[in-house]
């Protein structure tokens, strides 16, 4: 069979960068014959989709595959539902990728090769977790490497789309298999990791060892696709500051990838969905990156036919664009129980449409990057990432926005200097697991002039999460680990000082000078000075009882520990809070340690910013270069659900007064407003503007022009 004659010609070479706005459709196995492919179609055109990510196989067959073992729908009869939905899209012009899911098979797979599923640590292969008609496959096995090439390799020759996007294709935890456990051995040397130690050598050799098994994967997969069709890819889902694949190979590997966080769920801050902008650019950097927002509701039931609030779906996208995603809606199901998602989701993509020149970024105009580092999360947080990782990067995250600066993430992998080269400071949150070599980076930034902002146990371990000695980077920090680590702390505080000969205040301490004293962290580690600190804005204040309260008094006034070290070292500049600022932030949110994060990155960076925008409310700002314009995205998180949704209604800010640093050599054509429509009121002066935004709704561009 070849592909339907009225399929639209394939695409062409590098179409990765073209798509701005993806559709895609997951079907559910009754769906064929029942849904409106004519009424998605319309959808796609009327919203201005130009790429469209279609389920094809795997799980469930779309197309009438001669595969054996590859279930094709029950409910497919004589059609082709994913040749149906190709060829329309393809007459609409747009990129199609097709979506193949490998993670769970029925019964027949089972009974014909009882070694393609996944086995647990019990020894009993896996049924589903939620449908128990179905099994788990191996990830790292027969199935994947061999049944699932095959699969691949008859959809791409059938229908020459642009790219497999695979989802679930990298397992569902350890598999103890024949294979799995034959395959481990032979190339460690180990047995299977078993139990939950995440610092074991069994343990680490197998993140090492099934990491390589999956980019190999991706390579067999990658190979099939391009064989028959040149310009297309393998698009694994994957990547993310916490996701098992190294995120540096990815990003060298990719040249198109999507982030798969489709809302939020939970606890979770209105800057969740651009932070996923961040930490994939910090590796795929100029290269596309698409932002999966699911339409429903996703909570932990899992109510896949649900439908979010328009106010909620807004917000979440804004910030997704804002920084840099390319939005994708996702909608399971063909049938539509619940409409109200149609309109919102096409308004958007409508209003982005016409924004499009503007949404074409060439880089971030950022000067302070945020490091993440998946070493710091597997080997040192291991299974207490959340808190001792995870927590610190979200306070840290949520003091950056809360201030308004424009940042971008950066990886521990990239520190060389030519990546470093856009940023003026660096912010290492409890980045505890650093090598020599990470180490060595971080001084020469330094030593170019850079900032640099460390918190806790920075250093403290090397890339294996073993604890040194000494602080790697204690030189900068000028401070020595004394031995141990205080907490968690009661009642405990900071005095905030004077410079004792000019009685002065230190400009990390600005705003705080009529404090006297504010509440300190949670843990603090024990350091101390190694070279004299002319002054310490911050000194301990002992943990005291806190009860009964007769007994609530400092047993000790003061101390002249300092509980902040900020030095320069020629034209760089560092400051180290040794206790848990940016993770206690995230817990209480105290004003104080917010103001602290603030100015240590202004004295830090010790530059104009790149933008500055004031008024009231929260905002997400990013700045970002276009070929022949620049732009400041102005994201109104300010809400009444901005830390938890979903938001009930979008509720304007006020006036915003934004000032903005034009990059050397650019002349002003024109500035405008993307969302108001208006030319706003602006200023010049020499290399910058200050433009007045009279509110935002929940999404303004402020958008300069450039004469060619
Ligand atoms: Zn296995």
Redesign the pocket.
């Known amino acids: 069979m070849t592909a339907p004659p009225d399929a639209g010609a394939p695409a062409e070479e590098n179409w990765f960068d073209r798509p701005m706005r993806w559709a895609q459709l997951t079907l559910v196995e009754n769906d064929p014959g029942r849904y409106d492919v004519r009424f998605w179609l319309d959808y796609f055109r009327e919203i201005r989709a130009d790429a469209a990510c279609l389920s094809a196989g795997g799980c469930v067959a779309y197309y009438p595959t001669d595969i054996p073992l590859h279930y094709r729908s029950r409910f497919l009869g004589d059609g082709d539902a994913f040749g149906e939905l190709y060829a329309g899209c393809r007459r609409l012009g747009m990129n199609v990728i097709a979506r193949t899911d490998p993670h769970a098979v029925h019964d027949d797979v089972y009974a014909a090769h009882p070694d393609w599923i996944?086995?647990t640590e019990d020894g009993r292969p896996r049924r589903h977790w939620a449908d128990p008609e179905l099994w788990v496959t191996?990830a790292?096995?027969p199935y994947n490497f061999e049944f699932m090439t095959e699969v691949t390799r008859e959809i791409v020759r059938r229908y020459p789309v642009d790219g497999v996007f695979s989802n679930r294709w990298t397992g569902h935890g350890t598999?103890y298999?024949v294979?799995?456990r034959r395959r481990f051995k032979d190339a460690t040397g180990h047995d299977l990791p078993r139990g939950d130690d995440r610092r074991s050598p069994a343990y680490r050799a197998y993140l090492g060892w099934s990491q390589d098994r999956l980019f190999e994967l991706w390579d067999v997969w990658d190979a099939a696709v391009r064989a028959a069709v040149p310009h297309a890819r393998f698009i694994p889902n994957a990547g993310g500051a916490h996701g098992k694949l190294d995120m540096v190979r990815i990003g060298e590997k990719s040249e198109i990838l999507f982030a798969d966080r489709q809302a939020r769920r939970g606890l979770m801050p209105g800057w969740a969905n651009g932070r996923n902008g961040k930490e994939f650019r910090a590796t795929l950097g100029r290269k596309p990156i698409g932002g999966i927002f699911s339409v429903g509701v996703e909570e932990r039931a899992r109510w896949k036919d649900s439908v979010q609030s328009p106010a909620e779906l807004r917000l979440f996208v804004a910030d997704g664009v804002a920084n840099g995603l390319r939005p994708w809606f996702t909608k399971f199901c063909g049938m539509i129980y619940d409409p109200r998602w149609l309109q919102p989701v096409a308004d958007m993509y409508r209003m982005y449409d016409a924004w499009e020149p503007y949404l074409r970024n060439e880089a971030p105009l950022a000067r302070v990057g945020l490091v993440y580092s998946q070493q710091t999360w597997n080997h040192y947080g291991a299974e207490h990432a959340e808190t001792q990782v995870e927590d610190h990067t979200r306070g840290m995250y949520h003091a950056l926005v809360e201030a308004r600066v424009p940042f971008e993430m950066v990886h521990d992998g990239l520190l060389d200097e030519a990546h470093l080269t856009p940023f003026k400071t660096l912010l290492l949150p409890n980045i505890a697991a650093l090598s020599d070599a990470q180490c060595r980076q971080l001084r020469a930034f330094v030593g170019r002039g850079g900032g640099l902002v460390a918190t806790h146990e920075t250093s403290l371990y090397d890339e294996w999460g073993e604890r040194r000695e000494d602080f790697g980077l204690g030189d900068l920090f000028g401070a020595r680990y004394a031995g141990g680590i205080e907490g968690p702390m009661q009642n405990a505080y900071l005095a905030v000082r004077r410079d004792p000969v000019t009685r002065g205040f230190h400009p990390l301490v600005c705003g705080l000078e009529d404090a006297g004293r504010i509440i300190n962290g949670r843990h603090r580690v024990k350091a101390e000075t190694t070279a004299p600190l002319p002054y310490a804005p911050l000194t301990l204040i002992e943990s005291y009882p806190d009860l009964p309260m007769e007994m609530v008094w400092p047993r000790v006034p003061d101390s002249d520990l300092p509980q902040v070290y900020a030095r320069r070292h020629g034209e760089g500049r560092v400051v180290y809070f040794p206790w848990d600022i940016d993770r206690t932030f995230w817990e209480v949110l105290s004003v104080d340690h917010g103001r602290l994060l603030a100015n240590a990155v202004r004295w830090a960076t010790d530059e104009e910013p790149p933008v500055t925008v004031t008024g009231s409310g929260v905002l997400d700002v990013t700045v970002w270069e276009q070929r022949r314009s620049m732009t400041v995205h102005l994201v109104n998180l300010t809400n009444p659900m901005m830390m938890k949704g979903p938001v009930r209604e979008l509720i304007p800010v006020g006036e915003q007064v934004v000032r903005l640093r034009l990059p050397a050599g650019r002349e002003v054509a024109g500035v405008k407003l993307l969302r108001a429509g208006v030319a706003p009121e602006v200023r010049a002066e020499r290399g910058a503007l200050t433009v007045r935004v009279p509110s935002v709704l929940e999404h303004e561009v402020v958008a300069v022009d450039f004469r060619a």
């Open positions: 996944m086995v191996c790292l096995g598999c298999c294979h799995c």
